[in-house]
Structure formats: structure tokens, C-alpha cells
T-cell receptor
Framework: NAGVTQTPEFQVLKTGQSMTLQCAQD?????MSWYRQDPGMGLRLIHYSVGAGITDQGEVPNGYNVSRSTTEDFPLRLLSAAPSQTSVYFCASSSIFGGNQPQHFGDGTRLSIL | KNEVEQSPQNLTAQEGEFITINCSYS?????LHWLQQHPGGGIVSLFMLSSGKKKHGRLIATINIQEKHSSLHITASHPRDSAVYICAVRYSGGGADGLTFGKGTHLIIQP
């Protein structure tokens, strides 16, 4: 049982480049979300989805785009990478939204923007 | 913005010691999560609770709704318990995600 799978594990980009962080889950969870983790701060929500075809913004959405074409996949796109987007990114899923169910996290993507 | 405060921020202890990590929050919640993050690793959910106490192995989580406080205890601590422990809450009436995270407690257990 793979749970939540994130790829790549590490990535280095140059300012202005674009890329997609992949997230897939095999638990048939409706709710998926993307967080970023920065030193000295709690995890912050970027975007979330309550089901296929439905996405919404979280606390820090600027510079990121998401789509949810299937229940399993929830990719995060950086449109034009900036050094401020250097962070560790986590994808999470749960059976329903709202934080009243256990959250399942991926192993994270460590992203550096030069 | 409602905050989640964790204490201590850093904790170093000897193997075998009883460990307590605290989490406090400001307004009513519907759920509180304790998460574990190993160095360079992913995040694992340890507990989700809305009242009382839960136990899993050497880990115990308690919550006092009236005092808006939760504790995570580790009995007979071991070096493999070294990790960052994160508290997160679901505030009542929060949005579709609703989880607010603390900054984490960095725990080191020395042999």
C-alpha cells in the first residue's frame, strides 16, 4: 500500500523556470492538499481539492496552480519559479475534508530555486 | 489568525526519560492532530483526538478542551524517538481545510 507518493524527491530550478510537483494517492481519498514547510514556520496550505474537478486556494496560493482531473492525482505547478518558493512541499490526503480525519502525508519534495 | 503554540521549541533528553510536549490553542476546535517528522523524512500522523486520551505503544496524547491544551507524552524514550513533533488543530467553523499547524518541537534523545 503506497499511500501518498510525491515526485520528485529533490529538485533545483533556476528563477523563471516552471515545473510540476506530482502527488498521487491510492486510498481513494476525496480530499487532497498541498503545503509548504519553511524554517521556523508551521506548515502552510497552498491549495486544496475536495474532489475531482474541484480545487480552491489556501493561505499562500500565489505563484502556484493546481488541477484535479482524477481522484488519485493532484499536481502542483510552479508557473515561474522565484527564490521565495524555495521550500519543502508536502502533499496530503484524507477521506473527507475539514481536518476531522487522519491526514496522510507524502515524503515531501525539497525544492531549491536559484 | 488563530495560533497554535507548542512548547518547548527544542528538547534534549537522555534515553529512558519521560517526555512531555505541550500544545495550546486559542479558540474552540473540533479535532487536534499530533504528527511526527523525522529528519529529512516525511510526516506521519500519530494521533487525532477531540477529547480525552489516546495511547499507542509508548506514546500517549491527552487533550483538555476547557483549558485549550494538549500534551504528547513519550514513556521510556529511545533515540529513535528523535524527531520533530507537530501539533495541528481543526478550528470549529474553519474552512475546507481548517488545519492550523504549530511550528513543531524538535526532540533529541541521547543514548
Amino acid at each position: 500500500n503506497a499511500g501518498v507518493t510525491q515526485t520528485p524527491e529533490f529538485q533545483v530550478l533556476k528563477t523563471g523556470q516552471s515545473m510540476t510537483l506530482q502527488c498521487a494517492q491510492d486510498m481513494n481519498h476525496e480530499y487532497m492538499s498541498w503545503y509548504r514547510q519553511d524554517p521556523g514556520m508551521g506548515l502552510r496550505l497552498i491549495h486544496y481539492s475536495v474532489g475531482a474537478g474541484i480545487t480552491d486556494q489556501g493561505e499562500v496560493p500565489n505563484g502556484y496552480n493546481v488541477s484535479r482531473s482524477t481522484t488519485e492525482d493532484f499536481p502542483l505547478r510552479l508557473l515561474s519559479a522565484a527564490p521565495s518558493q524555495t521550500s519543502v512541499y508536502f502533499c496530503a490526503s484524507s477521506s473527507i475534508f475539514g481536518g476531522n480525519q487522519p491526514q496522510h502525508f507524502g515524503d515531501g519534495t525539497r525544492l531549491s530555486i536559484l | 489568525k488563530n495560533e497554535v503554540e507548542q512548547s518547548p521549541q527544542n528538547l534534549t533528553a537522555q534515553e529512558g526519560e519521560f517526555i512531555t510536549i505541550n500544545c495550546s490553542y486559542s479558540v474552540g476546535i473540533s479535532a487536534l492532530h499530533w504528527l511526527q517528522q523525522h529528519p529529512g523524512g516525511g510526516i506521519v500522523s500519530l494521533f487525532m483526538l477531540s477529547s480525552g486520551k489516546k495511547k499507542h505503544g509508548r506514546l500517549i496524547a491527552t487533550i483538555n478542551i476547557q483549558e485549550k491544551h494538549s500534551s504528547l507524552h513519550i514513556t521510556a524514550s529511545h533515540p529513535r524517538d528523535s524527531a520533530v513533533y507537530i501539533c495541528a488543530v481543526r478550528y470549529s467553523g474553519g474552512g475546507a481545510d481548517g488545519l492550523t499547524f504549530g511550528k513543531g518541537t524538535h526532540l533529541i534523545i541521547q543514548p
